[in-house]
T-cell receptor
Framework: AQSVTQPDIHITVSEGASLELRCNYS??????LFWYVQSPGQGLQLLLK??????LVQGIKGFEAEFKRSQSSFNLRKPSVHWSDAAEYFC?????????FGTGTRLQVFP | DTEVTQTPKHLVMGMTNKKSLKCEQH?????MYWYKQKAKKPPELMFV???????INESVPSRFSPECPNSSLLNLHLHALQPEDSALYLC??????????????FGPGTRLLVL
């Protein structure tokens, strides 16, 4: 079945540590790819997106993501996490005409 | 200005009430969306308006009635809701008439509780 998978429901890291959040999709063609962040009780903010071109995408707040066609993945990374990065992170794809969200990864940051 | 505003922030209503959620953007965007988000779940698309016309209805029950009075405003009229309709309702907008290929800007949401 076509889907967006975020395998990690909950991740805990120490402040200053590196971070990688995983996202895999199962669609025939390369869809448009997004990462959104949602703080508790808030709306969603776009971190970055990939449509085409350079497979390493830079976003806001020091985040980057790499598109790997061979692995159908679009993983989000940050070299040094800040306490304010604690939030829910959603990967989303547009295979054709609809934005489809993954189930989300909750990031907890310890001081 | 990349802001989408939503009112009210919180809403409590009974199952016989009629209420409306409002969404506004002044970015000149021509596509607007309503999403429903249950706790600990991703947002689910409800409706899409493109150039003030309803273009997508994701089989939403008729107790939810969207309205787009003009290009900046989007309403969601609520009537005879059920407790399971309690959720965070998110509004979003995007610039292009190919809405899903453009960045969607989200409002903070309205948290709805149906008693």
């Amino acid at each position: 079945a076509q889907s967006v998978t975020q395998p990690d429901i909950h991740i805990t890291v120490s402040e200053g540590a590196s971070l990688e959040l995983r996202c895999n999709y199962s669609y025939g063609a390369t869809p448009y790819l997004f990462w959104y962040v949602q703080s508790p009780g808030q709306g969603l903010q776009l971190l970055l997106k990939y449509f085409s071109g350079d497979t390493l995408v830079q976003g806001i707040k020091g985040f980057e993501a790499e598109f790997k066609r061979s692995q159908s993945s679009f993983n989000l990374r940050k070299p040094s996490v800040h306490w304010s990065d604690a939030a829910e992170y959603f990967c989303a794809v547009v295979p054709t005409d609809k934005l489809i969200f993954g189930t989300g990864t909750r990031l907890q940051v310890f001081p | 200005d990349t802001e989408v505003t939503q009112t009210p922030k919180h809403l409590v209503m009974g199952m016989t009430n009629k209420k409306s959620l409002k969404c506004e953007q002044h970015m000149g965007h021509r596509a607007m969306y309503w999403y429903k988000q249950k706790a600990k779940k991703p947002p689910e698309l409800m409706f899409v308006y493109s150039y003030e016309k309803l273009s997508i209805n994701e089989s939403v029950p008729s107790r939810f009635s969207p309205e787009c009075p003009n290009s900046s405003l989007l309403n969601l009229h609520l009537h005879a809701l059920q407790p399971e309709d309690s959720a965070l309702y998110l509004c979003a907008s995007s610039q292009d008439p190919r809405p899903f290929q453009e960045t969607q800007y989200f409002g903070p949401g309205t948290r709805l509780l149906v008693l």
